[in-house]
């Protein structure tokens, strides 16, 4: 007697198969992941600077709410900045971070006042210098900033004005000596900062330009350099500075 084939179970096709329970993986979910030492060292650098980015944030938000004195914020806010540069010296730390902006959406963070601190590259104290009261608690640069005459009264000794002009001149000469990577001109702009703002708290002509070279500096790459473009404006608005600077003094 005919008997009809047995129809599959499955559609056929040409590429048809049937799964074979005996070849099938398996996945021990409570098998710990092995990493190499290299692998095991980028992901503990990622995750340091991932804590960085927060803690920033975070001490950001206590200086503004007068939580921490200026001292305490700019000593902490160095040390942090230098720990985020720190780590991304590696190049293999540095290849898997991408950027900033990338590795804040790859994690879904926001932390907008740390974004802004890392880009400058210094402390708010530095930017925004009160130097006044660089050793009291925060509220009293509010008060500084209120009072005209507290201001006035405040009177840079003789060694911080010969600092502030040293360190314009070394690095102007620098600038001409055909310095132009970021490991060669960065430290010297941040000690042209921090030695200004323990003179003066005015915002003279070409204050702005120190911060925004610092900015672009910071944003390069350790080896990077500066255009000859780039270097002869930069040398331009540092000189302006520079006269600026000496205006306020009366100089």
Not at 87 to 113: H, I
Not at 161 to 180: N, S, Y
Request: proline residues 6%; aromatic residues 8%; contains cysteine.
């Amino acid at each position: 007697m005919y008997e009809p084939p047995r129809q599959p179970a499955y559609a056929p096709s040409p590429y048809s198969y049937v799964p074979n329970p005996s070849l099938s993986a398996t996945i021990n979910l409570d098998e710990e992941v092995k990493l190499s030492a290299k692998e095991r060292d980028l992901y503990d650098s990622l995750a340091e600077i991932y804590s960085i980015i927060i803690t920033l944030d975070g001490l950001e938000k206590a200086y503004i709410k007068d939580s921490i004195t200026e001292a305490e914020y700019t000593e902490t806010c160095s040390r942090l900045l230098k720990q985020y540069s720190s780590n991304l010296s590696d190049e293999g730390v540095r290849r898997e971070f991408v950027d900033l902006e990338t590795f804040k959406k790859e994690w879904n963070m926001e932390c907008p006042r740390a974004t802004e601190r890392i880009r400058t590259g210094l402390p708010l104290t530095l930017t925004n210098p009160t130097p006044s009261s660089s050793s009291h608690h925060p509220s009293s640069s509010h008060h500084a900033q209120s009072n005209p005459s507290a201001q006035s009264s405040f009177q840079p000794s003789h060694s911080s004005v010969l600092l502030a002009t040293e360190t314009f001149i070394t690095f102007l000469d620098g600038l001409k000596l055909g310095l132009t990577s970021k490991d060669q001109l960065h430290p010297l702009l941040s000690e042209v900062i921090q030695a200004v703002n323990k003179v003066t708290e005015a915002d003279f002509e070409g204050r702005g330009n120190i911060v925004k070279w610092l900015i672009r500096l910071n944003g390069m790459r350790a080896q990077e350099e500066l255009g000859e473009g780039e270097a002869r404006e930069c040398a331009f608005e540092m000189e302006g500075a520079y006269a600026g600077f000496k205006t306020v003094l009366g100089a």
